[in-house]
């Protein structure tokens, strides 16, 4: 090990980036630019704070705290299975200490922390100043922290959910559990939003704000897998969304979905959770590439495949959306059906095998020194290239049927997810540490953890291969001891200890090198990506100027490239439009959107400073979401108030700010236009993410009502009659016509008269409000009766959509109206953005309206 | 250019979803009982989506592949980026940067969709 920590310091040379940056940080910085871009200190400020990277720091914090619980979960669950017939959990906590711990992990631990880490490495990553919507992240954050909050409250009322983290029907239903799974189901809902939030944030910030010639070829590996990630997250979660709402709706106000005696049907619920439950591996597994590239190629100073493995991390994405139903192999799916997803399942080996060969050729021939992170990395092949193997063997679903539901699968999938995942992390938290805290983490600790890692984990999950073969059936709390597995039992609770204390090594480490830690340059490793070119901890503001790139490796000088990052002596187009911003401005925080494919620079964005409105939005859900869940409605009312006050000042327009963007010192001399219009604005990529969000909750919900419908006895069930009467068909129609006159008034703004425009645009609100009120009033008359049938409650829940996008529809269009009739002439590209996004979801409305009623119509 | 990188991927996609909804509801409709030509109406779907899904595959790879033959024309006067005046409109996208990356990678996925979207089609020979 000597040898090992001997050869570090070689890696921490002062290097030409150090140089620059102390440049600039000694550079005198405008007292007005830092106080634009600090934080609050005091307590109640810290509450509005919406940087991206104190945000990240509490995501990555409150992601490890969850963990350290779910682990200590995992140690009681050992202790119980150390021997046959243990009485240490009796069966029903063993119940609810199995879910607690695979809930935490899959949702509080693995995706958050990624997201915060992302939240805070990728901006300065990719050369930007903040994220796209800073207050979206904020909001993001408190949805996780209130989400995680409520299913732990559930051990405080000891009502703790006890159906798995997969909550399968009926184990889910009110029949079979209690309040448990309501605390689940709501904690869950809030932990999807903050996810979806997060996917929007990171796609639109990947697509739109980075550097000046970062084109998507020159993109950090790491930033190609978050977004793939991102993009995933918005329709996974989406999907989880509207089950865990169908679950709930079933459990709380008497629908019928998962209902079998009044026509619903459990499957449902197991191809709606599996269609996110896969991705969600992947949704892991895929940042987690990206830290194990960005670790390789630092160590190994090249990369190897870089095409091949942007390509992996694409079809990845892809194809893990057709893996769902290989889950379901004993579940009795259709052979032919069967067949598909094994075949797709034993595909999407090509990716992750060609991203396993590309590293090892990274490192082929360049004998990588063995530093913490790159020893996690290697540990993390190892145990992946393993879990991957398995992962093969239960894709063929002959061998599935033998060792489906037995130890062998809780040896795949933590082979999978700990290998693919915890130490790609721990690699990550190794290799930034320095970045975060400005501090090196001790020379040999980091060795130890690793080694306690390794050993405890293999010592852990190996034998329950073997416990598996020999059919020790999982999720229950203790085995006969005729099956003789005591010692392979015992073996896997003295390696969870092992594998625990790899863990407090790890803190120890942390908290020392936090205080007493040697402190790190900005570059400490020579690694080649733009966060590396800023201070140890990086300045508030990130970049005092912009960076424009040249490179792939931006901070490798190589013999072909005149300059892999440009500075300010440089006079190209790309850094004389970074030199705009450079220290700018001082009255308002501000970076640059590029172009979404060659980062060539576009415009200027005005970025929101500090803001209670996220947490007084969150709160405003909390409320209700709890109220609902202990039926006390005249507090949920409450809570829908705050929520509302929330989004309303949320998005209230501040003409103050809007004034000093748009008109102000930097606007007047600026080169580039400020808060455009189009494609170019980061509003138009978000409003596109939300109608994904949409339009996946509508694929969504259609399938739920085609599935119950096939395997239905009879159609409309019980007899009932189907909402298609002539006043739902004339709201379609209207709902059709708001978004044709919205159209046509985008089409007319800046190129006809103002009253034209603005005549189209009242009457596309007039139109939109008589639609929704048309469908309210027919859905009144017609009575849906969800309780007595899941025909009915599809139904419902298929007006209650259109209702609630209705609803956002006239809203956007509303604030259009008033923008229009405001400040049409004073700040055009504002009025015209309002009209884009309010076209784009009247035209979504129009077209879930149209596709919902046919439905209906075609099938009944 | 987005549309070359993803188009096989969203083929695939819609092929898959499309394969899932025969092999599920066709079943169950009992499409799998009716003959055309001898062959069952599910394995037609089948067929007929994946050649649908390849030739988008297909079509995606070509454009990829001739815009990789355009931008090697392009070669000499690119090397250099391109300035650009900001006063002005942006110039289009081609001879400004090197679009390398995403040609290539846009004709490696598609034949990667494309091999796979026929690989997905063979458990139908079994049945």
């Known amino acids: 090990m000597r040898a090992l920590v001997a050869r570090e310091p070689v890696l921490n040379p002062p290097n030409e980036h150090d140089k620059r940056e102390l440049s600039t940080a000694e550079q005198e910085v405008d007292p007005r630019f830092l106080a634009t871009w600090e934080a609050p200190s005091s307590v109640f400020g810290r509450l509005a704070i919406v940087n991206n990277r104190p945000l990240g720091v509490r995501f990555m914090g409150t992601a490890f705290a969850f963990f350290l619980m779910g682990g200590v979960m995992a140690l009681l669950m050992r202790i119980q299975l150390a021997s046959s017939e243990m009485n240490f959990l009796g069966p029903d906590v063993y119940n609810q200490l199995f879910t607690m711990h695979g809930s935490t992990m899959m949702y509080l631990f693995s995706v958050p922390f990624l997201e915060g880490l992302a939240l805070y490495t990728l901006p300065l990553m990719i050369g930007s100043r903040d994220v796209a919507f800073p207050r979206l992240s904020a909001f993001g954050y408190w949805m996780y922290l209130f989400g995680g909050c409520v299913f732990y409250l559930s051990f405080l009322v000891g009502q703790v959910p006890d159906a798995g983290w997969f909550a399968y029907t009926p184990l889910s239903e009110t029949r079979y559990s209690g309040l448990g799974i309501d605390f689940w189901a709501v904690g869950l809902g809030m932990v999807e939003i903050s996810g979806i939030a997060a996917g929007v944030e990171i796609v639109v910030t990947v697509l739109k704000l980075r550097a000046p010639g970062m084109t998507l070829g020159r993109m950090p590996l790491f930033a190609w897998a978050i977004f793939a990630a991102a993009m995933m997250s918005l329709i996974a979660f989406t999907t989880l969304l509207v089950a865990t709402t169908m679950l709930e709706l079933d459990r709380t106000a008497g629908f019928q979905f998962f209902n079998e005696f009044r026509g619903g049907n459990h499957l449902l619920w197991q191809h709606l959770f599996w269609f996110f439950g896969h991705p969600e591996v992947y949704i892991i597994f895929l940042p987690a590439t990206g830290i194990v590239s960005m670790v390789v190629g630092t160590w190994s100073r090249r990369l190897v495949g870089y095409h091949f493995l942007a390509v992996a991390i694409i079809v990845t994405a892809f194809v893990s959306f057709g893996l769902w139903a290989h889950h379901m192999y004993t579940t009795g799916l259709p052979p032919l059906s069967l067949n598909f997803f094994a075949a797709a399942s034993l595909l999407i080996a090509l990716a992750s095998g060609t991203q396993v060969f590309a590293w090892i050729a990274t490192m082929w021939g360049q004998r990588p020194p063995l530093t913490p992170p790159l020893l996690y990395v290697l540990g993390f092949l190892i145990i992946f290239v393993m879990g991957g193997m398995t992962g093969v063997m239960i894709a063929i679903v002959p061998f599935d049927w033998q060792v489906h539901d037995t130890y062998f699968i809780v040896a795949h999938l933590h082979y999978v997810l700990i290998g693919g995942a915890v130490f790609p992390v721990l690699a990550g938290i190794h290799y930034w540490f320095p970045k975060f805290s400005g501090r090196m983490m001790h020379p040999w600790l980091g060795y130890v953890s690793f080694g306690l890692a390794f050993v405890g984990f293999n010592a852990t999950f190996f034998p329950m291969h073997h416990m598996g073969f020999f059919g020790l059936p999982r999720r229950v709390y203790t085995y006969p001891a005729v099956l003789e597995l005591d010692g392979h039992n015992m073996l896997a609770t003295v390696g969870a200890f092992i594998f625990g204390a790899a863990f407090l090594v790890l803190i120890a480490d942390m908290l020392w090198s936090l205080f007493a830690g040697k402190r790190a340059a900005s570059n400490p490793w020579g690694s080649d990506t733009l966060e590396w070119s800023v201070s140890s901890p990086p300045p508030v503001y990130g970049f005092f100027e912009p960076p424009s790139v040249r490179s792939r490796h931006p901070l490798w000088t190589s013999s072909n490239a005149k300059a892999a990052i440009a500075t300010t002596d440089s006079d190209d187009s790309l850094a004389r439009a970074a030199r705009q911003l450079r220290g700018q401005p001082l009255d308002w925080r501000a970076t640059l959107i590029t172009d979404s494919v060659f980062g060539q620079p576009q415009a200027i964005q005005s970025l929101p400073g500090v803001s209670y409105s996220p947490l007084v939005t969150a709160v405003g859900i909390l409320i209700a979401a709890m109220a609902i869940l202990f039926k006390i409605y005249l507090v949920a009312i409450i809570g829908i108030i705050v929520f509302a006050a929330g989004v309303i000042r949320w998005l209230y327009p501040n003409e103050q700010r809007l004034t000093q963007v748009r008109e102000g010192e930097f606007a007047a001399k600026a080169r580039l236009p400020i808060d455009p219009a189009g494609t170019q604005s980061v509003a138009w990529w978000g409003m596109l993410g939300w109608l994904i969000i949409q339009g996946t909750a509508l694929a969504a919900i259609t399938y739920a009502y085609c599935y119950v419908m096939l395997y239905a006895d009879d159609w409309p069930q019980f007899n009932a009659t189907a909402p298609k009467s002539l006043v739902f068909t004339l709201a379609v129609a209207l709902h059709v016509l708001a978004a044709l006159m919205m159209f046509a008034a985008k089409w007319t703004f800046g190129r006809r008269g103002g009253w034209l425009t603005r005549s189209l645009v009242l009457i596309s609100v007039t139109t939109a409000v008589v639609a929704l009120a048309a469908d309210i009033t027919a859905s009144l008359r017609y009575g849906f009766t969800p309780a007595s049938s899941a025909f009915m409650s599809l139904v419902t829940l298929q007006h209650m959509y259109l209702w609630l996008t209705g609803s956002v529809g006239v809203l956007i269009a509303l604030h259009t109206a008033v923008q229009l009739f405001r400040n049409a002439s004073r700040w055009p590209s504002l009025v015209e953005l309002n009209l884009q996004l309010a076209n784009q979801q009247l035209l979504l409305v129009a077209l879930a309206s149209g596709i919902c009623f046919f439905v209906v119509v075609l099938t009944t | ?127």
């Open chain 2, 1 to 127: 250019m987005w549309w070359m990188l993803l188009g096989g991927g969203i083929a695939w996609f819609i092929q898959f979803l499309v394969l899932y909804l025969l092999a599920e509801f066709g079943g169950v409709a009992g499409w799998h009982e009716r003959l055309l030509l001898g062959v069952d109406m599910v394995s037609w779907g089948v067929l007929s989506i994946t050649v649908a899904a390849l030739a988008v595959a297909g079509w995606c790879g070509w454009l990829a592949k001739r815009a990789s033959q355009e931008f090697r024309e392009l070669e000499p006067s690119t090397t250099e980026a391109t300035p650009i005046e900001l006063d002005t409109e942006l110039p289009a996208w081609k001879g400004v940067v090197d679009p390398h990356f995403l040609v290539q990678s846009a004709v490696v996925g598609n034949a990667i969709f494309a091999f796979i979207i026929v690989a997905q089609t063979l458990p139908v020979f079994f049945f």
